[in-house]
């Protein structure tokens, strides 16, 4: 079964740096893509990273490359979102997400949701 939790989040001023973290108390985590998703007020969820189940291979949103990192630790069956260089724009509630096939079967669909992490980013 998959229980998704991210944790991580806070207020943080702008330029400062927040690490997310999302873990999978059903330790299926190891064996899927994962990826990070926002949400800012009034506006719909947008992708962020993802990560292939290896860990071999990232992909980044234009608006965060360059300043995120999505990792994982398929050991501790987590993965993480280092942000860095934060700004204004970047305030939304983060996401973490798992695949619906494992070994990259279906990379990009995503099936399974946390709750989700509050990251603001005051001026």
């Known amino acids: 079964q998959v229980q998704l939790a991210e944790s991580g989040g806070g207020l943080v001023q702008a330029g400062g740096s927040l690490r997310l973290s999302c873990a999978d108390s059903g330790r299926t985590l190891s064996r899927y893509g994962m990826g990070w998703f926002r949400q800012a007020p009034g506006k719909e969820r947008e992708f962020v990273a993802r990560?292939?189940?290896?860990?071999?291979?990232?992909y980044y949103a234009d608006s965060v490359k360059g300043r995120f990192t999505i990792s994982r630790d398929n050991a501790k069956n987590t993965v993480y979102l280092q942000m860095n260089s934060l700004k204004p724009e970047d305030t939304a509630i983060y996401y973490c997400?798992?695949?619906?096939?494992?070994?990259?079967?279906?990379?990009?669909?995503?099936?399974?949701w946390g709750q989700g992490t509050q990251v603001t980013v005051s001026s």
């Open positions: 997400a798992r695949e619906t096939a494992a070994w990259d079967g279906a990379p990009g669909q995503f099936g399974f």
């Open positions: 990560i292939n189940y290896g860990g071999i291979r990232t």
